[in-house]
């Protein structure tokens, strides 16, 4: 009897050790996917962009570079655009109609460059996996992946219900 107990215990406290082991190690790999992601976020970056519509897919292609007190987003296909962050403001110049636009960025409509240009917060971070996790975006969740060729991935739906899938590759 004194056995059993004895054995109950040492099974009992062997499985609370385990799970506080998981439970570390699992915020751990959390912590590790988010640091990862956001030191792999300062680089400058070649991008494809894919939107699935209805009835199609179409593909833009660009890059993003990374300055001292601003980032450019130049989009070179399927026209020629250039988007300037700076603050809380962008600056969208389209060659095609040598026209320049500007306007705040705020909450509504600056999630995605939230954590482009500030990173991941850890407490946003859902549905983690060994090389992806989710962040709430208003109503959708982002999917952002990491590659193993240095590179990372986002799959969203947006505000037209469309599905985006940007595809970014670190320029070296």
């Known amino acids: 009897m004194a056995q059993e107990k004895f054995s109950f215990r040492k099974e009992t406290k062997l499985k609370i050790k385990f799970l506080i082991l998981f439970i570390f190690s699992f915020n751990i790999q959390s912590s590790n996917l988010v640091l990862d992601f956001n030191n792999l976020i300062v ?3 070649e991008f494809t962009q894919k939107t699935q519509t209805n009835s199609s897919t179409t593909e833009s292609k660009g ?3 990374r300055m001292e007190n601003e980032i450019k987003i130049e989009i070179t296909e399927p026209s020629k655009e250039l988007y300037r962050i700076i603050e809380n403001k962008i600056e969208i110049y389209d060659y095609d109609f040598n026209q320049t636009s500007i306007y705040q960025i705020d909450e509504n409509n600056g999630h995605i460059l939230d954590f482009i240009i500030n990173g991941v917060k850890k407490a946003d971070v859902k549905d983690l996996t ?7 975006n208003d109503d959708n ?12 991935s986002l799959t969203y739906i947006d505000n037209m219900q469309f599905k985006n899938i940007i595809n970014f590759h670190v320029i070296k």
């Open 43 to 45: 680089n400058n970056f």
């Open 130 to 136: 060994n090389s992806s996790f989710s962040i709430k």
């Open 63 to 65: 890059k993003i570079f």
């Open 141 to 152: 969740d982002i999917l952002i992946e990491l590659n193993e060729d240095n590179g990372f």
